[in-house]
C-alpha cells in the first residue's frame, strides 16, 4: 500500500489516498501498527482522505495512534489539505490559492484554505461549552466548565473544558515546563469526570496575545502539538479572562495563530503542514 507522511508543526500523520471507497482501507489495529516508532513506519495517527458526503468535497476519518477514533483533528485536517493539493495536482487539477476544501468529519463540515504562502486557514466551527457536550460530568450538564476544581494525582487543579468537536481539559499553570506530563497526563485522560476520556492541555500565559502550550493527547499521549487543543486553549483563556480573542500558541513543534472570532463566533486556526516523504507498506 502507498503512503505519505506529513506533519503539523511536528504531530504527524500517515496519510492514504481513500478516495475510491467509503471504509478505510485499513483497520485500526494495523493503524496502531503502522503508527508504532519502532516496530512501524511511526506516527501520531493515520488519516484517510475519504469520498465526500452531503455536498462536501472530501470525508477525513482519522486513527490515534493506539487505534482509537477521534472525532477531528487540527493539525491533521491541514496535513490533509496539503495532501488533497499534491492529489489533484498529480491528477492535473492543480488547485489555486487560496482554495477551501469542506471537508466532512465527525465533528461536521470544516474548511481548511490553502493559503498562497503556503500556510493553512482551518475555519474550526464554534467551540462547544456545555458540560454534557463534552461530555464532562464536572459542574452542571447544561452550564460550562470554567476553572473548577478536579482532583488528579493528589493536587486540586482548576480546569476549564472545551470541545472542538473533539474534547479538552484545559489547565492554566505558571511554568508548562516544569508539568510533569508522562506522570499526570494519563490520569487526566482516563479520570472518571470525562466519560469519552479527553486530551489534556497546560496553558502558561506569557501575554495576552502569546501562550504557551503543552498537550496529552487521547490516544496518543505526549504530541509536539495539537491543532484543536491550541484552539481550545485559547477559548479558555478566553473564559478565564486571561487572553485576548487572537493569539499565537507555542506548542513544543512551533507557533499557532488562533482566532476566536467576534463576528461569527467561530474559531479560526492558521499553521504550517508538511510532506516528510512518501512510502509504501
Ligand atoms: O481527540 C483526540 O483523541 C486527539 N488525539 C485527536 C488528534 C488531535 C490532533 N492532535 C489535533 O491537532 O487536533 C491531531
Not at 10 to 16: E, K, P, S, T
Not at 44 to 56: E, H, M, N, S
Not at 154 to 170: A, E, K, R, Y
Not at 179 to 189: A, C, H, N, R, S
Request: contains cysteine; glycine residues 10%; negative net charge.
Amino acid at each position: 500500500m502507498e503512503f505519505s507522511k506529513y506533519h503539523g508543526l511536528g504531530n504527524d500523520f500517515i496519510l492514504v489516498d481513500n478516495r475510491h471507497q467509503v471504509d478505510p482501507l485499513i483497520s485500526p489495529e494495523t493503524a496502531a501498527a503502522w503508527c508504532d516508532r519502532h516496530f512501524g513506519i511511526g506516527a501520531d495517527g493515520v488519516i484517510f482522505a475519504l469520498p465526500g458526503q452531503t455536498g462536501t468535497d472530501y470525508t477525513m476519518r482519522i486513527y490515534n495512534s493506539d487505534g482509537s477514533e477521534p472525532e477531528m483533528c487540527g493539525n491533521g485536517i491541514r496535513c490533509l489539505a496539503k495532501y488533497l493539493e499534491a492529489l489533484e495536482t498529480a491528477d492535473g487539477r492543480a488547485p489555486q490559492a487560496p482554495h477551501t476544501y469542506r471537508i466532512h468529519t465527525l465533528a461536521g463540515v470544516i474548511s481548511p484554505t490553502l493559503q498562497p504562502d503556503g500556510q493553512v486557514t482551518v475555519d474550526m466551527g464554534h467551540p462547544i461549552l456545555l458540560a454534557k457536550d463534552i461530555p464532562t460530568t464536572l459542574g452542571i450538564p447544561d452550564d460550562k466548565v470554567v476553572n473548577l476544581p478536579l482532583a488528579v494525582a493528589g493536587q486540586d487543579w482548576g480546569v476549564t473544558c472545551v470541545s472542538m468537536g473533539n474534547p479538552h481539559c484545559i489547565t492554566f499553570v505558571d511554568d508548562v515546563a516544569a508539568v510533569d506530563l508522562d506522570k499526570i497526563g494519563p490520569q487526566f485522560e482516563h479520570h472518571p469526570a470525562f466519560p469519552q476520556r479527553i486530551n489534556t492541555e497546560f496553558i502558561q500565559v506569557v501575554r495576552p496575545d502569546y501562550l504557551k502550550m503543552r498537550v496529552w493527547e487521547r490516544g496518543a499521549g505526549i504530541t509536539l502539538a495539537c491543532g484543536t487543543g491550541a484552539c481550545a486553549a485559547l477559548v479558555a483563556g478566553v473564559l478565564n479572562g486571561l487572553c485576548d480573542r487572537m493569539a499565537t500558541v507555542e506548542l513544543p513543534g512551533g507557533p499557532l495563530r488562533i482566532e476566536w472570532s467576534v463576528t461569527d463566533d467561530r474559531i479560526y486556526m492558521t499553521g504550517p503542514a508538511q510532506q516528510v516523504f512518501r512510502g509504501s507498506i
